[in-house]
């Protein structure tokens, strides 16, 4: 095994979103610790593997989480009941200092575009949407949806393949189910797939080169059912989530 983390980085409660300034090569986590209803928020350069901060909060201990990531700043919504799903207000955050730049208490985010965040006033019906300076929060014309097209994110996801679609003899373990979720990079070949290891379901990590084995991670151990595609990529980063609470960055 000759591969190894640049980024090994234990959080205090489950990882329950990450999104990408994918401009700035940044990884921005939000934590959420059912234990004492908390939610923090941590920032990685995904490049360096530098933590530029962790355990970030808001005022608001537990009804926040992330909206996006664009342009060095970290997007955090609110909620408007306990009760309900839906967002109201913003504070934006510099990704990198964890300085807060703004926060607007009556607006609400309703998607990333190429040129920033599209928000509106909720205080207004019908809905009328704008675009947003994410640096400062001001509104600055009406969203025209042919001008301003979504955002190049460079996120690739695994595929799930058949266990016998893959290279003879590249995994010795059976997979739980024949599925695997697969993905080539580089000269790389990725591999994640749950298995059956002394009556418990494991869910395992492998990365390739060729048909020599580079790297191996045990991701999840007695659990109950299968789970979701274990990794991703952006750009040369494969980025995985270990036992919920661990981050982990290799470069391939």
Request: glycine share 6%; charged share 20%.
């Amino acid at each position: 095994m000759t591969l190894s983390p640049h980024v090994d980085q234990q959080f205090a409660g489950t990882i329950w979103r990450m999104e990408i300034d994918a401009a700035n090569d940044i990884l921005l986590v939000e934590i959420r610790n059912n234990q004492d209803r908390s939610v923090s928020f941590g920032s990685i350069d995904l490049k360096s593997g530098q933590l530029y901060f962790k355990e970030l909060t808001t005022s608001e201990r537990w009804l926040t989480g992330i909206e996006c990531a664009w342009g060095g700043v970290l997007l955090i919504h609110f909620y408007q009941s306990e009760t309900g799903p839906t967002h109201k207000g913003l504070l934006a955050v510099d990704a990198i200092t964890g300085q807060t730049l703004w926060n607007n208490f009556t607006h609400a985010f309703d998607h990333l575009t190429a040129k920033g965040p599209v928000v509106y006033d909720t205080r207004m019906q019908p809905r009328k949407l704008f675009l947003a300076d994410i640096k400062s929060g001001t509104t600055t014309r009406i969203y025209e949806p042919y001008i301003f097209p979504e955002p190049e994110n460079h996120i690739v996801v695994p595929e799930q393949l058949p266990a016998e679609l893959l290279p003879p003899g590249l995994i010795t373990i059976h997979p739980y189910g024949n599925w695997v979720h697969y993905l080539e990079h580089n000269n790389f070949r990725i591999v994640s797939l749950h298995a059956l290891k002394a009556g418990q379901l494991i869910q395992t990590l492998y990365v390739f080169e060729g048909s020599s084995a580079m790297y191996e991670d045990l991701l999840n151990a007695d659990i109950q059912k299968i789970q979701p595609e274990a990794f991703i990529m952006h750009n040369n980063c494969l980025i995985y989530i270990k036992n919920k609470t661990e981050l982990k960055v290799l470069s391939l």
